[in-house]
DNA sequence: CTGAAAGCGCTAACAT
DNA sequence: ATGTTAGCGCTTTCAG
């Protein structure tokens, strides 16, 4: 048991309230009894119990993350920058994961209720129907999606759709025409579904039928064979693909490469997040880059004057922010015996 | 605020004490009654506080946990494991992040303290002098620590010195002479020490001189220059490095590309820590992978007991999992040009 | 089966 | 400058 502040009183021989105030107000402390009362505070360890205050005050300085899974950089990294901005103003963070599962959304804000954190960040799997974001604007328990692309709630991420569509048209205007998205399940994810409409408009915008998506589950180390086979299958094999994130990506390019398929020479892949990994990797991953850090950091500046912090009260709900695309050596043009094979009318591309 | 335990009383017409039975020990509370109390509960949208809980029990259920940063999946990974297993067994994890900074280290410690955690799972730079942990000790708060390979405190990690040995044996045993290790900054980390130590012992039962290792920062993106220029000249030019970690070997990797080294044809490379994205770049990153996930779940299971909770209640106070070499493309044998240079009888081995 | 009351550690009036 | 006290939300005897 750690001792409290009434051991400390009595071992300096004062009232608690003198323990309290050598804590949070030393200037209206005699200096000798501050002495004393610091000399006992060192002598018994006494760390003040953030619980007692807690209770008493009307914050705990707690603030709640939520994110579907560590295991994407992605969500590390912005979790890492909203720590840095909540930290420096003195808030604690307290995790929960949910592995991109609506019932483990579910508990983790009950638990976060239960602790009395004073906002939330949250990356959640729906954020437009989502009955649990509904409950905490009836709680009144301020919050800030990341990564959550919509206009209706408090949010902070980039422009999900537009980012998507240059990406793609990056890859038609090389050459490509069969280009074929794979994406997380869109169940679980509605940056996946919107990522998925702006590949349709850059079709569309190029006079090409958007092709129906590669559905993968979000936590698979690989991709299943009968996905591969589709993929990589003779015919109308496409010669690009746009994942829609960067771990993705990377499984199915380790995936086409035990088929047999060389990126970028057979295929060129495109990814979506801009994780650092990529870029060291060879050949370097091609993806539209993310500013995941600030994302988490524009979050708790956003949250900071819900919660009656000082900072711009009139922020605005919802943040976009810019993305980049990064291009990368996974992209090239289609090889020439593609070409030889698709010199039709149809794809009239020039090439240097 | 939120609804209290005192409004859902009278709003219910019982005690206060009627109502935290309904929520503790409904089976002693009258049918009827209970019904009406949940009633009240849904209506006034009560969620229990666990301050209050936690000031009154001699519990929190909160354990802290500390790691240098995510930036490094092998902490997000073992964060995952740990999580898991305490969220299992009804725990709340805090993360604190150090940056592999002993004050902030420090900070965290303090922070926890504060909010009453029950017990600790923490990496810290140093675990064997460390004044921290002996306040740990003394404050009589139970922790157990990961990735820190130390015998004299509770822990689990791989046994880093052998596993280190092993992996440069593997380099030798391809015909490499001259091993160089590259290390994250030692003073920030006992483990890159240890490995260093693995490494001097390869090349001594190899009969070959031990090189100093070429210390660069935890953090750094890039290899600055001038320890690249060192890396990279001619003359007695490693032909082999071994990484301290993977997130390291992926920045030389970066580097040397840049400096037109050619990996692993110029040079081979070798990592520690496994981390799954190591897998799917090309050339595949060889690796000593360790258990990440396993060590945080390991840790948790360590610390169960020490809170009182059902668990192996004399479970070793140090747990060494097991690593495995994990083959991969970025390991060949010394290029042959290197080898006509060096046909001389240090090194008769043989190729196919 | 239910209620009254004490007390967990702390802060903030209010007194002295 | 310091002390006394009420009360934050909850659990837990102890009575009824």
């Keep these: 048991m750690p001792s409290t502040i009434k051991d400390v009183a009595a071992h300096a021989s004062v009232s608690i309230a003198t323990v309290s105030r050598t804590i949070n107000a030393p200037h209206r402390v005699n200096a000798e009894t501050l002495a004393r009362v610091r000399e006992s505070i060192q002598v018994l360890d006494f760390t003040p119990s953030a619980l007692g205050r807690q209770l008493r005050g ?54 976060l ?12 799997a729906d954020a437009g129907a ?33 980012a998507a569509r240059e990406g793609v048209h990056a890859l038609l205007a090389r050459g490509h025409r069969n280009v074929t998205m794979v994406a997380g399940s869109f169940a679980a994810s509605d940056r996946a579904r919107l990522r998925y ?3 349709a408009d850059a079709m569309q915008e190029a006079g090409l039928q958007p092709l129906p998506a590669v559905e993968i589950d979000f936590n698979a180390d690989d991709v299943p064979d009968s996905l591969l086979a589709g993929l990589v299958r003779r015919g109308d094999r496409p010669t690009a693909l746009f994942c829609s994130n960067d771990r993705l990506a990377m499984v199915v390019m380790h995936a086409l490469r035990r088929a047999g398929i060389d990126v970028p020479r057979d295929m060129s892949v495109l990814g979506f997040d801009g994780i650092p990994l990529g870029e060291l990797m060879q050949p370097a991953l091609a993806s539209i ?11 708790w500046r956003q949250l900071a004057p819900l919660l009656g912090l000082a900072g711009d009260a009139h922020a605005p709900q919802c ?20 070409r030889l094979h698709s010199l039709s009318p149809e794809t009239p591309h020039e090439h240097p």
């Excluded at 009395?116 to 960040?121: E, P, S």
């Excluded at 990564?147 to 759709?161: A, G, I, L, Y």
């Design 58 to 111: 009307e914050r705990t300085r707690l603030i709640g993350v939520i994110v579907p899974t560590l295991a994407n950089p992605v969500f590390a990294e912005s979790l890492q920058g909203a720590d840095e901005a909540a930290s420096a103003d003195g808030y604690r963070l307290m995790l929960m994961t949910t592995e991109y599962d609506t019932a483990r959304e579910r508990a983790a804000i009950e638990t």
């Design 113 to 124: 209720r239960e602790q009395r954190v004073d906002g939330l960040i949250a990356t959640v």
């Design 130 to 162: 989502n009955t649990l974001l509904d409950e905490l604007d009836r709680a009144e328990l301020p919050y800030v999606l990341t990564h959550n692309d919509t206009p209706h709630r408090p949010s902070v991420c980039v422009d999900n759709r537009r």
């Design 197 to 199: 409409q702006g590949y």
């Design 289 to 299: 880059a993310t500013p995941n850090r600030l994302i988490g950091r524009t979050a």
């Design 319 to 338: 943040t976009t922010l810019p993305h980049r695309f990064r291009p990368g050596a996974t992209i090239a043009e289609p090889d020439s015996a593609q």
